[in-house]
């Protein structure tokens, strides 16, 4: 129902709390008297307090001046207070058929959207794509679901159409055969076990898939001020797989993914987002008891197997609703299932997330080991007999704020004051992956502008120096090269002293090459070791960072340039994608030149560029 974030920096606990009346109606109007509220059974004092109201009142959306051609940038700016909604579409959990009940009710959950309502559309297959960018305009999102919103099978799903249509498993069929005997029940066994443990596989697979979604959707949000609220639309899976005692080893297909799903609700806590779990699934009948199971060999010859079945099924819907409910709980939003109701659900995550009190407080306990701690929020006086319902996020993992940052203070635009969660090696990875895929968010960890043009009015037969291209030479001549200029402020690397008395640090600046179907065709990169004195230290972090490379694209193929910077060592990314189509045809520029207003040039004080 509402998010809680942790600012450890400023060891401050912000808890966002929706109230709702017996009826299910918002309770507005309420003042900081009539709360109270506990940490470990603590009191603690409510140092701030805030209501925030949605509808036609937010602000628009600041207005960045027209940047000249060529020149792009990675920051978006946010109206203060703004309410943003994420639609996540998750084709990698959801059958096909239920993919396009969510299209169908998104539809017509569009064509009464409340006006100013920003909404994003993203979608998740084996990774996160943005699908549109925040807008509240309806007409361009009902373009991005219709045009863009398309039904992929995941082939990770026993049932990829849905509908209970999947194909009958090899024990099953082994075990209808009419023969029986001992050693086919051993067979049977065998059998059963093996597809157990690859249906866990793929569940993990689900799993790992699913997280790196969330972390890098994460890292995207965190850019922005202010609330987020994600509607996950799902076929859900479930966060544990449990012991199957119908198998020859019941622990072989256990699942679970603890350590990195706390570290997915640490940064969706850090990005300020509550997710709304939505089982796009519908109610769910029992599979056993659908036309095409009716009067099944299997379950007239094996009795036993119905029961194992049905039991099975229970369980397996019981764990993916608690997984719903684990996320939604452990980021302050709200579970919805067993309904038909898409469009309905969408509605109320969208009131019960732009309708809602932020209370803030200091904790009382200052000893940062890492532990859960839960909160609780009462209402007061006569509001505690009326029946109110609270949602909030009801803890938060007690980090030192004092440990080493994973990144550094950014004090551009979307200045944070809190450091955002070290990564796990896995995670770390996973986030470097999307952060350069084509079609995923542009992360603006680092905000930068960056100038593309054409080095000439000519193609080349040859790649520009230093680009390394597809071996198997799917980008076929002629080339196209462009001159990149990248421009960032010192502020946003972690250059930091060394017992030497230096200032040490590693920017890395790349771009990728894409094909329209998202195949890597070319890439250009260089990292920079800064090994600076004092002095020019001081240099540096009065001047903008400067660099400029050449890349080639083909020139008569469609291709997408993703221009990254990256602070190689916290692993902060900044991202712009572009089609080269859009830049092709402006006027050339000579490499070195110096750039027009508002574009950069590249220089860079003891420095040494690396391949």
């Keep these: 129902m ?67 051609p060529g020149v792009f940038t990675n920051y978006a700016p946010v109206a203060p207070d703004s309410t943003l909604n994420i639609l996540l579409i998750d084709a990698l959990n959801t ?24 909404v994003a559309v993203f979608g998740l297959t084996n990774r996160l794509i943005m699908l549109q960018g925040f807008t509240s305009d309806p007409a361009v999102l009902r373009r991005a679901v219709e045009q863009k919103l398309l039904a992929r099978g995941s082939a990770l799903l026993d049932d990829p159409m849905g509908g209970g249509g999947g194909p009958q498993s090899l024990a099953d069929t082994i075990q209808d055969s009419p023969i029986a005997s001992a050693a086919q029940a051993q067979v049977v066994a065998a059998v059963k076990q093996f ?33 987020k609220n994600l509607i996950w639309f799902s076929g859900a899976f479930p966060l544990q797989v449990h012991p199957d005692t119908t198998l020859p080893n019941p622990f072989a297909v256990m699942v679970g ?38 009067g099944s060999y299997k379950y007239v010859r094996h009795p036993q197997d119905f029961a194992d079945d049905a039991a099975e099924f229970s369980q397996n819907e019981t764990d993916e609703h608690l997984t719903m409910e684990q996320i939604a709980a452990d980021t302050g939003g709200r ?110 960890d680092i905000l930068f502008k960056v100038r593309v043009l054409p080095l000439s009015g000519k193609d080349e037969d040859t790649l520009a120096a230093e680009n390394r291209s597809d071996p198997n030479g799917k980008m076929k001549p002629p080339f196209r090269t462009f001159v ?30 894409y094909s329209a179907d998202g195949d890597l065709w070319n890439i250009c990169d260089r990292t920079m070791d800064v090994n ?17 490379m050449l890349v080639s694209a083909p020139a008569k193929q469609e291709s997408f340039l993703r221009l990254i910077v990256r602070d190689v060592p916290t692993n902060r990314y900044g991202a712009v994608e ?34």
């Design 2 to 68: 509402a998010a809680e974030t942790l600012h450890a920096s400023t060891q401050l606990v912000l808890v966002d709390v929706v109230v709702e009346d017996r009826d299910g109606h918002l309770v507005h109007g309420l003042k900081q008297d009539n709360f109270a509220l506990t940490e470990q059974k603590n009191p603690q004092m409510i140092r701030n307090f805030e209501e925030h109201t949605g509808g036609t009142t937010q602000k628009p959306d600041p207005v960045l001046p027209p940047l000249p």
């Design 95 to 118: 059958p096909i058929q239920d993919q396009t009940a969510v299209r169908r009710q998104l539809l017509d959950f569009l064509k009464h959207q409340k006006p100013g309502t920003r």
């Design 195 to 227: 597809e157990a443990e690859q249906t866990a596989n793929e569940t993990g697979m689900r799993q790992q898939y699913t997280l790196d979604a969330f972390n890098a959707l994460a890292h995207y949000l965190a850019n922005f001020p202010g609330r």
């Design 257 to 294: 993914n603890n350590v990195e799903f706390r570290q997915t609700m640490d940064l969706l806590t850090f990005a300020q987002t509550a997710v709304y779990p939505v089982d796009a699934r519908g109610l769910m009948p029992q599979p056993m008891f659908e036309a095409s199971n009716s």
């Design 335 to 444: 579970a919805f299932y067993n309904t038909n109701g898409l469009s309905d659900a969408v509605a109320k995550a969208l009131e019960a997330g732009a309708n809602y009190y932020t209370l803030a407080y200091t904790p009382t306990d200052r000893n940062w080991n890492g532990a859960y701690r839960n909160i609780h929020v009462q209402l007061n006086g006569a509001l505690a007999a009326e029946g109110y319902k609270l949602g909030y996020r009801r803890g938060y993992y007690a980090d030192d704020p004092q440990a080493p940052l994973s990144a550094p203070k950014n004090t551009g635009p979307a200045t944070k004051v809190a450091p955002r969660p070290i990564l796990a090696d896995h995670a770390a990875e996973a986030y470097s992956r999307a952060a350069v895929t084509r079609g995923a968010p542009t992360p603006s």
């Design 484 to 513: 990149v200029d990248y421009v960032a402020l010192p502020v946003e690397f972690s250059i930091e002293p060394q017992s030497d008395g230096r200032y040490k640090g590693a920017l890395q600046f790349s771009v990728f090459v």
């Design 532 to 548: 600076m004195l004092p002095e020019t230290y001081q240099r540096f972090r009065s001047e903008p960072v400067r660099f400029q």
């Design 578 to 611: 572009i089609p080269a189509a859009e830049v092709a045809h402006l006027a050339p520029v000579e490499p070195q030149s110096t750039p027009a207003a508002g574009a950069p040039a590249s220089t860079q004080p003891e420095a040494q560029r690396k391949q």
